[in-house]
């Protein structure tokens, strides 16, 4: 039997009351593409779709309450993570979700946790939200995230290493601390996309990268 979605109208009403008007902008705007490609993909479209509006619930959170939700639910902190709490919030939204929404659903509160920094051997699902975090229409329109819009529909895990080389260059030019899970997750997205097996379709968006220097 499948699992009861939290009501798109109660989560909008709480985030009216938590989150900024453009910022709700930004959540739409993932809700939409990670439905879009998930039902691109072949994936669940609707876990998709809950998964980009949940993904940003404790976006707002004070450092203070997201070192203490992250103790409290006995995640595992580093230093990266203690010096810089905000990169806890993917982690807290699902927790947030869970707590607020009662989402059960493993694979949706994966998706919502892992939208910031990814997660090797992540699903499918997140990596449809992980992509629509960088990806959706209210972040731009230069011509990397465009090169990101056309590789987001060839390969999946394409996608996702060029989006972690798209933030980290970011990172880099802006000299931010650059957390290691961001690493593995780039690595292994290239991994995935150079195997026979999982990135046969990558050739095009390999190419588009080359030229764009992504």
Aim: proline residues 3%; neutral net charge.
């Amino acid at each position: 039997m499948a699992l009861a979605l939290p009501r798109r109208e109660s989560v909008l009403a709480w985030l009216s009351d938590r989150v900024p008007a453009a910022r709700i902008k930004h959540i739409l705007g993932v809700e939409q593409v990670a439905g879009d490609l998930a039902r691109h993909y072949g994936l669940d479209e609707a876990k998709a779709r809950s998964a980009g509006l949940l993904h940003d619930l404790a976006k707002y959170f004070k450092p203070q309450l997201l070192l203490q939700i992250a103790a409290a639910e006995g995640l595992e902190l580093d230093s990266v993570l203690e010096a810089h709490p905000h990169l806890l919030h993917a982690d807290a939204s699902a927790i947030v979700a869970r707590a607020e929404f009662g989402v059960v659903d493993r694979e949706i509160l994966e998706a919502i946790a892992n939208h910031t920094l990814g997660r090797p051997n992540m699903s499918q699902l997140s990596c449809t939200v992980f992509i629509a975090d960088t990806i959706e229409p209210s972040r731009g329109n230069t011509a990397e995230l465009e090169a990101l819009r056309q590789a987001s529909v060839q390969n999946l895990y394409a996608a996702v290493w060029q989006t972690c080389d798209y933030s980290l260059k970011s990172l880099l030019e802006n000299r931010c601390y650059i957390h290691p899970r961001s690493v593995l997750t780039r690595n292994w997205a290239l991994q995935m996309a150079r195997s026979k097996e999982t990135g046969n379709s990558t050739r095009e968006s390999i190419a588009a990268c080359n030229q764009t220097g992504l």
